[in-house]
């Protein structure tokens, strides 16, 4: 059988409890130490120190970019959240609303690795000497960026095109058809 959700419990999952939860952890990382957060985030030249006090605006430019990953995890988290509950018996619009919410956080995951890897100039083939909140970094960035890759390619979940034919060649009601009341249809003449 097809699913019936745009958004099926691993994909809630996944952008609705485990991507807030990174993001505000990052969150509360930073705002506890902004200067380890920042200085851990690239390996340093050899010959130059870490800095032991943030200046003014590179601890509000670190804080800023805390604060909008945050954002953007809680965005998710309560627009995935208000899709399930209130379009649950309508899996095509559920899927317009989500691919609207994750078709630019996957542009974002890409951009994200992209600017990641042109910041670090030759560096970036030197892992061994990348930080572990580097490959922290890039690590997680996958573990979201993939899945949203999968959701984009449809993988275990409703796609409009593909699985509301599957309900009209088996003569089953769609999933907006389940949650009708029988006083809304009105008798053929």
């Known amino acids: 059988m097809s699913p019936s959700s745009a958004i099926p419990d691993f994909y809630y999952f996944c952008f609705a409890a485990y991507e807030p939860f990174l993001t505000i952890i990052g969150f509360l990382g930073a705002c506890a130490d902004p200067t380890t ?36 995890g ?5 627009v995935l959240t208000a ?4 379009l649950h018996g309508n899996p095509a619009l559920q899927e317009k609303l989500v691919f609207a919410l ?12 992209y600017v990641t890897f042109w910041a670090l100039g ?9 930080s572990p909140m580097l490959w922290t970094t890039v690590l997680l960035g996958f573990t979201l960026m993939i899945p949203r890759i999968a959701w984009h390619l449809g993988i275990g979940r409703y796609v409009d ?15 907006q058809d389940m949650h009708k ?4 249809e009105t008798p053929e003449s």
């Open 37 to 72: 957060a920042h200085n851990a985030q690239a390996p340093w030249p050899p010959g130059s120190t870490p800095f032991e006090v943030l200046p003014r605006p590179t601890l509000v430019t670190t804080l800023q970019l805390a604060h909008v990953c945050a954002l953007l």
């Open 74 to 78: 809680i965005i998710n988290a309560f």
């Open 83 to 86: 899709v399930r509950k209130h």
């Open 102 to 113: 994750l078709t630019p956080l996957l542009l974002g995951d890409i951009f994200h690795l």
């Open 122 to 130: 030759e560096e970036r083939w030197a892992f061994w000497e990348w």
């Open 161 to 175: 095109h593909r699985d509301a034919h599957y309900y009209k060649s088996s003569s089953l009601s769609t999933p």
């Open 181 to 184: 009341s029988p006083a809304s």
